[in-house]
């Protein structure tokens, strides 16, 4: 049995952020990643 390397990419959408910077103020969760940051599998 070999372990399996897992990349974690961040997300193209957020930059990895998570979320995204409203113009009006605020932010919105990535609706890409879930908020997570990293890039779905």
Partial sequence: MTA???ET???DY???AGYF???L???ETCSC???T???AE
Wanted: proline share 0%; aromatic share 0%; net charge positive.
């Fill in 21 to 23: 910077q409203l113009v």
């Fill in 4 to 6: 399996k390397n897992i």
């Fill in 25 to 27: 103020g605020g932010s």
């Fill in 9 to 11: 990419k961040n997300c």
């Fill in 37 to 39: 940051g990293k890039k």
């Fill in 14 to 16: 957020c930059s990895g």
């Fill in 33 to 35: 990643c879930g908020g």
